[in-house]
């Protein structure tokens, strides 16, 4: 469809680039509803038994699966389509994520309805984590080409609608579950369908704002620096030869090491309160403690992804690394002397930094690899988060156990872990200090008028 | 090119495309705020 071609995308005189970010969240408040995909796992395992599960009901185990899918195909179809998304626009990008997520709640709906839950792991799993990974980056380069004074704080407000989500999507599931249920029937497929509807339509008013600026247009104002900073960039580099870089898998680690630092907590932040504080943290406060997590995770995407615009972004990062190497080093101490404001402020920064991490890196890689196909870099730069996703949990749960298993106290069975936190982010601080500019064999040669034109 | 285009949309345009992303998200932001502040009871 050529409307949604690149070139029938190019905005008109007169548009503002204050119409882009509400563009990019409608795409992220959507896609981000991942996040909150758990609410629907136990009422799935109900579907049967209605009050109780029975033996013919999913296992959570089994709907675990769903969102691991999903995240998977996120990070498969950011790396292998991000130079489709680059090069064809982000109108088109936008509008397929939107079908694919919408569509993977379509068919989740059947699944849930014949009782088949491979069709859920196809609708949820494999055509939602596509929408979700051609969302994820389709805004991003065309947010930094929007604002090149401030491309930190334009890809932080896009990436904090992701992290943001969760609070639409949580309560409104709920609501619709709720108002779909009967004694006789618990109203998940229901839900699907209107999820799945209300969120392709938002999706898509995103795909139809967006624009990208004209060949050669800059901000009112706004002055190219002079004397480029050093680990600044205004060459481009090919999304393939990026990957050949030094300076690409070192950012990889820095992401994958931040990440890992902090979704391993996330998932645990509720029972840790509780078994670090017995009877000072009740399960009703827990659940607001890790409330209140999501809400730093989201403001902090924008704080320091804007705050990366005015220290830089390698400066950035050693602020998550060398502060959060610190803030978990002094975890176990809260816990020894009690204090629960001084373990829920600690928690509050670390996940800020978490978020942060994800938001910073679009501009940090924009500053490395150029504009051209910074999209397509993010994509294959998101498996880092993969990777995490699997390594965080895995290293959280394990040592947890471990620990009491040797006899330690629960209230005392967390401390390791915040150790080897600390010392992950050490690892972090140190990969970051390698960064240095990308040599100038990798930059791109200069292009014909015409496509360095369609490039922009 | 210098821009010749920050001016044009109307601030109306603005003002939906915000409060269409604003509202909902703010909506979600108040939801949670209410839930953490069982946290300090």
């Known amino acids: 469809m050529s409307v949604l071609d690149r070139k029938h995308t190019i905005a008109a005189p007169g548009f503002s680039r204050w119409m882009v970010p509400p563009a990019a969240l409608c795409i992220h408040l959507c896609i981000g509803q991942a996040y909150a995909f758990s609410v629907f796992n136990l009422p799935m395992t109900k579907l049967l038994g209605i009050t109780q599960s029975t033996p013919d009901d999913w296992k959570l185990t089994e709907l675990g699966w769903i969102f691991s899918i999903a995240i998977f195909f996120l990070g498969a179809s950011a790396a292998v389509l991000g130079r489709w998304v680059e090069e064809g626009g982000p109108r088109r990008a936008m509008f397929t994520s939107a079908l694919c997520f919408g569509g993977g709640f379509l068919v989740s709906a059947v699944g849930v309805r014949l009782h088949e839950l491979w069709i859920i792991y196809l609708g949820y799993g494999v055509l939602g984590g596509i929408g979700l990974g051609l969302g994820y980056i389709s805004p991003v380069s065309t947010l930094i080409k929007w604002f090149p004074d401030r491309p930190g704080m334009a890809t932080g407000m896009a990436i904090m609608g992701f992290g943001g989500a969760a609070f639409i999507a949580s309560p409104l599931s709920v609501w619709l579950m709720a108002m779909f249920s009967t004694p006789t029937h618990i109203g998940v497929a229901e839900a699907f369908v209107v999820l799945g509807i209300v969120y392709t339509l938002f999706m898509l008013v995103g795909a139809v704002i967006v624009r990208i600026p004209a060949p050669g247009w800059t901000p009112a104002g706004y002055v190219a620096p002079a004397q480029p900073k050093k680990l600044v960039t205004d060459k481009h580099v090919y999304v393939y030869q990026a990957l050949k870089t030094p300076q690409f898998w070192l950012i990889w680690w820095v992401l994958c090491l931040n990440v890992t630092a902090g979704i391993g907590v996330i998932g645990q932040a509720s029972a840790m309160s509780q078994e670090m504080f017995p009877g000072q943290v009740t399960a009703i406060a827990a659940a607001g403690f890790v409330g209140l997590m999501s809400l730093f995770n989201m403001v902090g995407r924008f704080f320091w992804a804007s705050t990366s615009d005015i220290i830089g972004r390698k400066n950035t990062y050693f602020c998550f690394f060398a502060i959060g190497a610190v803030l978990y080093a002094l975890v176990p101490h809260t816990g020894t002397i009690g204090s629960v404001t001084a373990f829920v402020l600690c928690f509050l920064v670390i996940i800020s930094m978490y978020g942060g991490g994800f938001a910073t890196v679009p501009a940090y890689l924009k500053d490395m690899f150029g504009t051209r196909y910074v999209g397509a870099i993010h994509g294959w730069l998101i498996t880092a988060w993969s990777m995490a996703g699997i390594f965080g949990p895995v290293l959280v749960n394990y040592i947890r156990e471990y620990q009491i298993d040797q006899g330690v106290p629960k209230a005392q069975a967390y401390n390791v872990t915040m150790y080897v936190m600390a010392g992950l982010l050490v690892i972090g601080f140190l990969c970051n200090l390698f960064i240095q500019a990308v040599d100038a064999r990798h930059h791109m040669r200069d292009e014909p008028a015409e496509a360095s034109a369609m490039a922009d | ?41």
């Open chain 2, 1 to 41: 090119m210098a821009n010749q285009h920050s001016t044009g949309t109307r601030p109306l345009h603005l003002f939906l495309a915000w409060g269409f992303v604003g509202i909902p998200l703010a909506w979600g932001v108040l939801q949670t705020l209410s839930n953490a502040m069982k946290l300090f009871q």
